[in-house]
């Protein structure tokens, strides 16, 4: 019988009002052990360390140190190998945890002692804990659960990461419909949370996702070509204020400004640019009144070779409202300072008298940016007042400053299937798959691309890696691929995960790889006839492109317990020297390239995943002497930043060669895992 789960409130710092939460259960440090049956049980902790390697079994795709990585076997075995190879580089985790009920029992777990939930704790403390070590600090972990299971994930999360660096929780409405008969006693749940950690939450930036920018046009002839100013009450003259009104309106009327400025701002009277050519050039300025009454003066810009470009600091008439005024209008403006070529430069031309421009009391809502950026962009000539000058002032946004073309949009804790995908959808795509011939199974718990896809624009960016903690169908994996991140996939150690990577994931992630997988990806369907909306994809475009090494778990290689002083060797479980030493360079964070060729004869290669570390492994009857270990430094030091060498025996006399600072060398296996 399994038991209820209990929690407790540590304070550990009353002085400095630091609380950490932290679940308490039986099993609680105890390390979970999935068998074959994909049953779970335990084995205990130990301070005796083991080296596991990868055995590479098969590599999809042409890509130059840019590869993704497949692991089948135990994931926590796997990850203490990983932490070597990926380090601390990977920006997102995302875990799709095991649930204690599901629709499908392949998602349930599954205990060999019938106590699930503190089981089903450990499993997700113990993934999680060693998962953290492959995130940046930059890094976020998205851990997908059920209704059920949210509570008690979130709170192991906080105790693994810390709750300062909880950063929020998104409701995925997974369902049209609830589930089951139309007779119930609970809240039928449609949803899924999707909780959000980072690794360090004080070091993050904007968490924002790009949107396809909208809206942008030019209709005043902005050499900086397309924009947008969207602010709220932006362009309404309905809404007004005291402040920053600019008083007057603004042309010019004869003459010429110099090449590269771009004119007399019709609404705050500044003269912006950058001037190409110099010269004295004369222009006339005609002013006007909020009554229609104008006045003119000609005007002189020089523009000098060398020197200081004008930019005043502020604008005369921003801080103080509009006054009655019995004099009349007229520009007092008498000379410009001058510009230089090749500097950006400003000028407000100034004018009193009148009757000025007016607001009203300013409202009470933000406005969204701060006054230097006011300021700034009206000395830049890149501030739009309204159509009639008298609307909330809003700096301008530039289509071509966006990356890419997109903008950024704050992140919200709702994500509706109409958006980012059904649960539905992601068995059908698989379906789609199956009857195209590329897979050979699909499960019905995959999770749409629309969805994985959110999440990797919003916590990464192309080229970085993503790591799919319990991953089944390859779900993030595969759209990984589609946006140009490269992909960790933990596959498991059960006979299911075995199954469902061959017939499932493998043939989806070479289709991807093929530029083959499209499915979905031309027509949009409609959701339900209730909502009369248009869902998005469920599936992406396609490039094509990437690729991918698939590795097992190998045996243990190493051992280091208390009673030896360095690791022991268990090379009996590697056979030959080609085995045994792909096998030395895997547990070190290597992936394997062969042998070298030429003179290099009996030495086996490694290149770390980014590709900037080279590794040099002498098989165990060679001898380092001191003319070898200069040969390969000079020959790698040119490519890569570093280069480790692994010697079993060495000569007498040898010595590190001099000079070589980008250099290390490790003895076997006295030095493996320093």
Request: charged residues 25%; aromatic residues 10%; neutral net charge.
């Amino acid at each position: 019988m399994d038991y209820q789960v209990c929690g407790t409130l540590n304070v550990t710092d009353e002085s400095s009002g630091t609380k950490q939460i932290e679940l308490q259960w039986p099993e609680k440090g105890k390390i979970p052990l999935q068998k074959a049956s994909g049953e779970y049980g335990f084995r205990e902790s130990s301070d005796k360390l083991e080296l596991y390697p990868l055995v590479l079994q098969t590599e999809y795709g042409v890509s130059l140190n840019s590869y993704s990585l497949i692991v089948s076997g135990d994931r926590l075995a796997a990850l203490s190998t990983l932490r070597r190879i990926v380090k601390n580089h990977a920006t997102l985790v995302y875990a799709d945890l095991p649930r204690i009920e599901g629709f499908d029992e392949t998602r349930s777990l599954q205990t060999e002692n019938g106590r699930v939930w503190g089981t089903w704790l450990s499993v997700v403390r113990e993934h999680l804990r060693g998962v953290s070590a492959l995130l940046a600090q930059k890094g976020i972990i998205v851990a997908q659960a059920g209704d059920l299971e949210e509570p008690y994930a979130r709170l192991v999360m906080a105790e693994v990461f810390g709750p300062k660096n909880y950063i929020g929780s998104f409701v995925w409405r997974a369902h049209y419909s609830p589930k089951g008969g139309k007779d119930s006693n609970e809240i039928a749940a449609i949803h899924q949370p999707l909780i959000c950690f980072a690794k360090d939450r004080s070091i993050l930036s904007r968490l924002a996702l790009p949107q396809d920018a909208e809206g942008f046009s030019n209709p005043d002839g902005d050499p900086r070509e397309d924009w947008r100013a969207a602010q709220k009450d932006a362009g309404r003259d309905t809404v007004r204020l005291v402040y920053n009104v600019p008083p007057y309106r603004w042309e010019m009327i004869a003459g010429e400004l110099p090449p590269g400025i771009w004119r007399v701002s019709p609404m705050s009277g500044v003269i912006w640019g950058v001037p190409e050519r110099s010269g004295l050039y004369e222009f006339t300025v005609r002013v006007a009144d909020s009554h229609g009454n104008s006045s003119t003066k000609k005007l002189t810009l020089e523009v000098r070779q060398h020197g200081e470009s004008g930019f005043p600091i502020d604008v005369w008439w921003r801080t103080a409202p509009a006054e009655a005024s019995a004099s009349e209008l007229s520009v007092c403006s008498d000379s410009l300072a001058p510009a230089v070529i090749g500097k950006e430069y400003s000028a407000v031309i100034q004018a009193k008298g009148g009757i000025r421009f007016a607001g009203q009391p300013r409202p009470s809502r933000g406005w969204g940016f701060g006054e230097k950026t006011l300021i700034r962009s009206i000395l830049e000539d890149s501030c739009y007042f309204g159509q009639k000058g008298t609307s909330i002032p809003q700096p301008k946004t530039y289509l071509k400053r966006l990356p890419e073309g997109q903008r950024l949009v704050n992140l919200s804790s709702w994500w509706d299937g109409a958006e980012v995908g059904w649960s539905q959808d992601a068995t059908k795509h698989l379906k789609e798959m199956e009857s195209a011939g590329f897979i050979q199974r699909y499960i019905t718990t995959a999770k749409p691309e629309s969805l994985m896809s959110r999440l990797l624009d919003a916590f990464t960016q192309p080229g970085e890696i993503a790591v799919e903690l319990f991953g089944n169908a390859g779900d993030l994996s595969a759209t990984a691929l589609k946006k140009n991140r490269r992909f960790v996939l933990l596959s498991g150690a059960s006979d299911y995960d075995h199954e469902i990577l061959e017939k499932c994931a493998l043939g989806r992630l070479r289709a991807v790889i093929d530029g083959k997988d499209n499915f979905g990806s031309e027509t949009e369907e409609s959701q339900p006839k209730k909502t009369n909306k248009k869902q998005k994809l469920s599936s992406l475009p396609n490039p094509g492109g990437g690729a991918y090494k698939h590795f097992t778990l190998g045996k243990s290689l190493a051992i280091q317990d208390r009673h030896h002083e360095f690791p022991y060797l268990l090379s009996d479980n590697y056979g030959k020297d080609s085995n045994l030493c792909n096998a030395i360079l895997t547990s070190e964070g290597f992936i394997p390239q062969g042998a070298a060729s030429g003179i290099f004869t009996d030495i086996f290669l490694g290149v770390s995943l980014g590709g900037k570390i080279m590794a040099f492994l002498l098989a165990p009857s060679k001898f380092l002497d001191q003319a070898t270990a200069g040969h390969l430094y000079s020959v790698a030091s040119e490519e890569y930043k570093h280069v480790i060498i692994y010697y079993f025996r060495s000569a007498d006399d040898f010595e590190a060669p001099q000079g070589a600072n980008g250099a290390s060398f490790k003895r076997v296996p006295m030095d493996l895992t320093k």
